[in-house]
């Protein structure tokens, strides 16, 4: 089991910045992958950024390209997620996820983010992006 606790959500003006944070704690040698998922009200789950824990290769949503930047800290067991130029869009619970599978880095690299392949979730913290 891998438990996690993401942090540092919040609201900002459009073109502002926020850093995600997310703890892992428990089987962490486990995990294959980690990425960043948010939802908004009345959408589907996506997708956002994902990193290969074990080479520590990124991959990004077309809509974050450029502006969003995930990685991990090894040291204290962390997934950070930097987000810059934020837009309204942006706006929605964002979660911080893990896969087991080392399957996982395989849909990475097709930008595939499946949230049915990750089995461990974060509560979710908020972010909101005014105009």
Known sequence: QVQ???SGGGSVQAGGSLR???AAS???YSTYCMAWFRQAPGKEREGVAGISTRD???YYHASV????TVSQDNSKNTLNLEMNSLEPEDTGMYYCAAAASPMCGVLLRARDFRPAFFPYWGQGTQVT???
């Open 4 to 6: 996690l606790v993401e």
């Open 20 to 22: 995600l944070s997310c």
């Open 26 to 28: 428990g089987n962490t």
């Open 56 to 58: 520590g290769r990124t």
């Open 65 to 68: 390209q450029g502006r969003f």
């Open 129 to 131: 992006v005014s105009s």
